[in-house]
């Protein structure tokens, strides 16, 4: 995951980790937590705005989850 994120956007994994991915989101990924389900809901979803509203809920989400469970 981390790869795929820094190639996105054209670093290297290390500064990926360091700079854009919230430790929160891999401790989650790596926990088997995702979300597809939300994602998949977006790509059906009718404008960019609905898109990116489903995706930031969904994050939301998983964050607050995350800090639940005391990560």
Request: proline residues 3%; charged residues 30%.
């Amino acid at each position: 995951m981390i790869a795929d994120v820094a190639a996105a956007l054209g670093n290297t994994p290390a500064v990926a980790r360091a700079s854009y991915i919230d430790p929160r989101v891999a401790e989650a990924f790596a926990g088997g937590t995702t979300i597809s389900r939300a994602l998949d809901r977006a790509a059906r979803a009718g404008t960019d705005s609905q898109r990116r509203a489903i995706v930031e809920r969904a994050v939301s989400r998983l964050l607050r989850g995350s800090e639940r469970r005391g990560r």
